[in-house]
C-alpha cells in the first residue's frame, strides 16, 4: 500500500469547514483513497472513499486532484463531536480480505 | 446495519493468565476479520487477518503463539493472548468485513486489556 503523509494536528472552530489534507504521491492506479476517523477510545469509523472523483456523503465530501497524489477530506460543518484523530489511506480494492495500513492521522480539534 | 461487537469492553488481569476477546459481527456474516493492537498515543497496528474456517495470517513480529486466534464461525472470531504480562495492555480492535465483494471494514468497539 502506497505511504501516506497528513499534518499530525489541526484546529477548526465549530460551524466551520475542516479541510484534511493527504499527501500520497506514490499511489497507483488502482488504489482508492479511504478516510476513516478514530474518537477517542472508541474503534475506527470509515468516512469515505474514492478512486479519481470526488465523491460526498452524509458525512463529508472528498476531493481528489487531478494527479491523484493527493485528496482533501471536508467536513462541511464541523461540530465538537467530530474531534477525533482522522487517518487517510491508500489500498487496493480487491476484496473484503484487503487488510488496512493505519498512518499516524491527523488530530482535529473542533472547538467553541 | 453492518454492527461489530466486541466482548468484553475491558479487562484487568493478573500477569501469568491468559485472556480471551471476542469479535463479532452483529448483523452479517463476515468471512475476514482483523485483529489490531494500539498502545497509548500511537496508531492501530495489524496483529493478523482471520478467516473463518482457515488459520490466522499474522503479521510480522507478532507470536502466533502468544495470540491465539479462531475464527470458527461466520459471525465469531476471539483472540486469546497466552500468559499475558504487562507489557501486553493495550486496546486491542477488530474489524470485519462483509462476504467476499464487500471492501469496507467495519470496526468493533475495541477491548481494553490491563495487566498488573
Known amino acids: 500500500d502506497a505511504k501516506t503523509t497528513q499534518p499530525p494536528s489541526m484546529d477548526c472552530a465549530e460551524g466551520r469547514a475542516a479541510n484534511l489534507p493527504c499527501n500520497h504521491s506514490?499511489?497507483?492506479?488502482?488504489?482508492?483513497v479511504y478516510w476513516y476517523r478514530q474518537i477517542h477510545s472508541q474503534g475506527p469509523q470509515y468516512i469515505i472513499h474514492?478512486?479519481?472523483n470526488n465523491e460526498t456523503n452524509e458525512m463529508a465530501s472528498l476531493i481528489i486532484t487531478e494527479d491523484r497524489k493527493s485528496s482533501t477530506l471536508i467536513l462541511p460543518h464541523a461540530t465538537l463531536r467530530d474531534t477525533a484523530v482522522y487517518y487517510c489511506?491508500?489500498?487496493?480494492?480487491?476484496?473484503?480480505?484487503?487488510?488496512?495500513?493505519f498512518g499516524t492521522g491527523t488530530q482535529l480539534k473542533v472547538e467553541l | 446495519g453492518a454492527v461489530v461487537s466486541q466482548h468484553p469492553s475491558w479487562v484487568i488481569c493478573k500477569s501469568g493468565t491468559s485472556v480471551k476477546i471476542e469479535c463479532r459481527s452483529l448483523?452479517?456474516?463476515?468471512?475476514?476479520m482483523f485483529w489490531y493492537r494500539q498502545f497509548p498515543k500511537q496508531s492501530l497496528m495489524l496483529m493478523a487477518t482471520?478467516?473463518?474456517?482457515?488459520?490466522?495470517?499474522?503479521e510480522q513480529g507478532v507470536e502466533k503463539d502468544k495470540f491465539l486466534i479462531n475464527h470458527a464461525s461466520l459471525t465469531l472470531s476471539t483472540l486469546t493472548v497466552t500468559s499475558a504480562h504487562p507489557e501486553d495492555s493495550s486496546f486491542y480492535i477488530c474489524?470485519?468485513?462483509?462476504?467476499?465483494?464487500?471492501?469496507?471494514?467495519?470496526f468493533g468497539p475495541g477491548t481494553r486489556l490491563t495487566v498488573l
Open positions: 474489524s470485519a468485513t462483509i462476504g467476499l465483494a464487500g471492501n469496507e471494514q467495519f
Open positions: 506514490t499511489i497507483s492506479g488502482n488504489e482508492y
Open positions: 474514492g478512486l479519481k
Open positions: 489511506i491508500v489500498r487496493l480494492n480487491t476484496g473484503g480480505g484487503n487488510k488496512l495500513t
Open positions: 448483523d452479517f456474516q463476515a468471512t475476514t
Open positions: 482471520s478467516n473463518e474456517g482457515s488459520k490466522a495470517t499474522y
